[in-house]
């Protein structure tokens, strides 16, 4: 029992992830630098509940800030460059941030024990939930709240507006301005959202595991972050959740398989590429079901 | 309406526009002829601030917009189709047009607007094609939602980047039955054109343009006898079709 509301813990995190890469995806932007605003998040979250004793929410709230608004910043030099410079980009973002903390010390003696973010040490005893008495399964709750809030945001994001102009900036910069789309201000919002929302997966993860070290935050995680939405597919947020839950239940499934499991990994990835190129949820699926949901509805018609 | 005046544009070592001076009347359709890569589209892409002029000024009503940003130009009313069609090809054909809608006042309301575009897909005569996606239209119907998207941003002048290019002799005929809808609809028609037809049956002036310079300007028969119209199209000698 323990085990599977572990991975699915896990998953909610992740679908996190997934989903601030897919946010800022639609409007054309891949970036391999999300888990550098993760880190963010658990880091400051963390110091909020171990260090300073404050509650878990404002603590995940701060985190979020933080992440958000270094989302913000690196907006605007994301502007500059296009496709694979921008994944190289955001990834130097990403090793900066982890770089960083791998510096960072900053620690109290609290009960006997040194805590608070530790250079190569990393962070530990970040026991927040477990010194309140929360069970795995109530902080998973906590977990899926944050997720469900967040999916019903970019739920609503999605049919507005804004959420098509993302969707036009991602195909056509020149003619998204020509329809008087302002693309810097929809781009640098994207990674605002993006950071906000890796951040409170950051924040959430760090009170999960009372544990963070920069080896968390590599290369590794920032090409899952990616690959969630785009094998789950870019047609719907619904994609980076099927993508995020997909994949870790298939690491965990096919565990019996060892180092094997990763080519089978490797494998669907490819597979997805090659045929179904916008991922499984892709956009002419999401209007195929929207239709049928509305025949649905009116049979009549 | 739209003012250019020494207008250069230069790529690299390429004169794509030459000091053009270039005035749009409100209310016209005014045509501008050229071969190819005489600087037409060009001059649209520096008129919209897809990139700055090198030198030279332009304004629009009054307004100076030689550096302005694209998306603020398209705000001051000026609206464009693109020679190869730049749709939305992921987005339906209703969001291709809505996404280009403003309320920027505040006088619309989501209701009113969704009514805009039903209204514009039925002026472009795409009111079934409603939920498609984008890249499923045909050819024709991919140029008329163009059309539809640039008129969601209320435009009063637009810059139709060679509308025809491709379309059969019907389609030319509605072509030219939407302009003239247009021009009664107050806007004002800047149009870029290789089809003849086209540009001497409906522009009211045309320019010439010939390696980014100007070369003539006026109305249809103006142009039409016009020695150096002919040498650019047609070549240096005369030629005789009779007797080449």
Redesign the interface.
């Known amino acids: 029992m323990d085990y599977y509301v572990a991975v699915l813990s896990i998953i909610g995190m992740h679908i996190l992830l997934g989903l601030s890469v897919y946010v800022v995806a639609i409007t054309g932007q891949l970036s391999f630098g999300q888990q550098g605003f993760y880190a963010i998040g658990a880091y400051l979250a963390g110091i909020g509940t171990a260090l300073w004793g404050i509650h878990l929410l404002p603590a995940v709230l701060l985190g979020m800030t933080a992440a958000g608004v270094m989302g913000f910043l690196v907006g605007f030099p994301a502007l500059r460059v296009k496709g694979l410079y921008l994944g190289v980009a955001t990834f130097g973002f990403g090793e900066i941030v982890r770089l960083v903390f791998l510096n960072v010390r900053y620690t109290k003696t609290i009960g006997g024990k040194l805590v608070g973010p530790n250079g190569a040490e990393g962070f530990r005893h970040v026991s927040y939930i477990y010194d309140r008495g929360f069970t795995q399964a109530q902080y998973l709750a906590v977990i899926y709240t944050a997720v469900i809030i967040v999916a019903g945001f970019v739920y609503f994001l999605e049919r507005s507006?804004l959420g098509?102009?993302f969707?036009?900036v991602e195909?056509?910069e020149?003619?998204?301005?020509?329809?008087?789309?302002?693309?810097t201000a929809v781009k640098v919002f994207a990674f605002t959202l993006g950071g906000f929302v890796a951040g409170l997966g950051g924040a959430l993860f760090v009170h999960y595991s009372t544990y963070i070290d920069h080896q968390m935050v590599t290369l590794p995680l920032a090409v899952s972050s990616v690959i969630y939405p785009m094998l789950g597919g870019l047609g719907s947020f619904w994609g980076a959740i099927l993508g995020a839950a997909l994949l870790i239940f298939l690491t965990e499934g096919l565990r019996f398989l060892q180092e094997f499991r990763l080519v089978v990994y490797g494998a669907l990835i490819i597979l997805t590429m090659l045929f179904r190129p916008?991922g499984i949820i892709d956009?002419?699926m999401v209007?195929r079901v929207?239709?049928f949901l509305r025949r649905q509805v009116a049979p009549s018609a | 309406m739209l003012t250019i005046e020494k207008l250069s544009r230069n790529f690299g070592g390429i004169r794509a526009l030459h000091r053009l001076d270039l005035e749009v009347q409100p209310g016209e359709i005014f045509a501008m002829i050229g071969p190819n890569g005489s600087g037409k589209t060009t001059l649209f892409n520096v008129v919209?601030?897809?990139f700055p002029p090198t030198e030279g000024r332009l304004w629009f009503n009054g307004r100076e917009i030689t550096r302005a940003?694209?998306?603020e130009i398209?705000?001051l009313g000026i609206?464009?189709t693109?020679q190869n069609i730049?749709?939305?090809?992921?987005?339906?054909v209703f969001?291709?047009v809505?996404?280009?809608?403003?309320a920027a006042d505040g006088r619309r309301g989501p209701r009113a607007e969704r009514r805009r575009v039903d209204e514009l897909l039925a002026f472009t005569r795409l009111g079934d094609k409603r939920?498609?996606?984008a890249g499923n239209l045909n050819f024709g119907e991919q140029r008329r939602l163009e059309l539809a998207?640039?008129l969601?941003?209320e435009p009063a002048m637009l810059l139709l980047d060679e509308p025809a290019a491709g379309m059969n002799y019907g389609e030319v005929r509605e072509l030219i039955e939407d302009m003239r809808k247009l021009r009664q609809m107050g806007k004002t028609i800047f149009l870029i054109e290789h089809v003849m037809d086209l540009v001497m049956g409906v522009a009211d002036r045309i320019a010439v343009l010939n390696f980014g310079q100007k070369i003539a300007e006026g109305s249809a028969t103006d142009i039409q006898s016009d020695p150096r119209v002919i040498e650019a199209y047609l070549g240096g000698r005369k030629v005789d079709a009779r007797n080449p």
């Open positions: 507006k098509a102009r969707r036009a195909e056509d020149v003619a998204a301005a020509m329809a008087g789309i302002n693309v916008r956009e002419a209007l929207r239709a | 919209t601030g897809v940003r694209t998306h398209v705000r609206g464009r693109f730049r749709l939305f090809t992921r987005l339906t969001n291709n809505w996404v280009a809608q403003r939920e498609e996606l998207r640039a969601a941003t």
